[in-house]
């Protein structure tokens, strides 16, 4: 991905050093749409909301790790495995790519956005804030960002650090 072989082993390493997931059952797995994508699946059977929770863990640990962006972090209910115990990745990807996970993909989307408007965000406190939020908006394409937020829950990239210091300077 953008030139970074990521594999999957080591993504699901990562992973189980998050407090939070031990003990939770993890596939990391490319997805081939325009460009491949990073997507996890997890074993999980709790609720969304406490889902989106881990969901952003994952994301942010594995962007501060490896400044890797991972375009999706799904729950599912098993994880298939061959009859010698190897993971199935190649069933994920089709079940993906068939659209399998596309209602579970817009209930959560439908969580983090009602969690966004709840969220009272820090407004910038001077001019420098106030330029900085507005190019942090314009080079994520989101709405509004507070000064006090994470960008790395944003799914930024390294293309995305290199448009920012080049907006900034």
Same mark, same amino acid.
Do not use: C, T
């Given at each position: 991905i953008n030139g970074v072989n990521?594999? =999957?082993?080591?993504?699901?390493? &990562?992973? #189980?050093e998050i407090r939070d997931l031990q003990g939770y059952k993890v596939v990391a797995c490319g997805i081939k749409k325009e460009v491949e994508e990073i997507y996890i699946f997890v074993e999980y059977s709790g609720s969304l909301e406490d889902f989106t929770d881990l969901a952003s863990k994952i994301k942010v640990h594995l962007a501060k790790k490896l400044g890797a962006e991972v375009s999706g972090i799904l729950p599912i209910e098993t994880i298939q495995k061959t009859a010698s115990g190897k993971v199935q990745r190649f /069933? &994920? @990807? #089709?079940?993906? &790519? /068939?659209? #399998?996970? /596309? @209602?579970?993909e817009n209930e959560l989307e439908q969580i983090r956005s009602l969690a966004r408007i709840k969220t009272e965000r820090e407004? =910038?406190? @001077?001019? %420098?804030? /106030?330029? &900085? %939020?507005?190019i942090f908006t314009s080079v994520l394409d989101i709405d509004e960002i507070g000064v006090l937020d994470n960008i790395a829950e944003y799914g930024i990239d390294s293309m995305m650090v290199t448009k920012l210091l080049n907006n900034i300077t």
């Open positions: 990521y594999y =999957p082993s080591d993504l699901e390493r &990562l992973i #189980e /069933k &994920l @990807n #089709e079940m993906y &790519l /068939k659209g #399998e996970f /596309k @209602n579970i407004q =910038p406190r @001077n001019r %420098v804030e /106030k330029d &900085l %939020v507005h």
